[in-house]
């Protein structure tokens, strides 16, 4: 009796804990992507944007001599890793699944920011981010308009710190020249 009232005692266990995990999100059995075209789109873009600014800054950092530019592409590293992660965790939400790849453009500029030393680098380095960010807060406006309220909330909230990313880049440009 001990040994049946024991297993009892364990099997009603093993039933019970799942049932009491957090139910945040609601179930998706299907996974069917729960934002639009437009979402979709916005997270591959999003995506390659943050990866592409990740790998230029790196690149800053080795290449460049100037203190102000280093430091900036370290914020940029810190900044667009944790934006990337973010994102990278509402597409999971939102069961959305892109690669993680910069496009042949992207890689085309980037090897050309490879080739160039000292100040050219430090020009060309910081138009790209200019060009970068001009785009990133385009296409985040847009996804603020997102019907899905977990997009547009993301985009919202990350608005900000693109536009402060690009007023900084602007300034650091003008000190250059």
Known sequence: MKYFTGLLLILVTLIWIPSCE???RANNYNNKVLVDDAGTLF???GAEASLTTVKASGLAISNSKNQQVIQFAKAMIDDHTLLADNLKKLE????VTSSD???AGHQQVIAALEQKKAADF????ME???????QEITLFKTASLNKNPNLSDFANKNMPSLQAHLDSAKMIMLALK
């Open 43 to 45: 997270f591959k873009n």
């Open 92 to 95: 999971i939400d939102n069961f």
């Open 101 to 103: 790849t910069i496009n």
């Open 122 to 125: 430090d020009k060309a380095y």
């Open 128 to 134: 790209l981010i200019v060009n970068q960010h001009e």
């Open 22 to 24: 957090s139910n945040k």
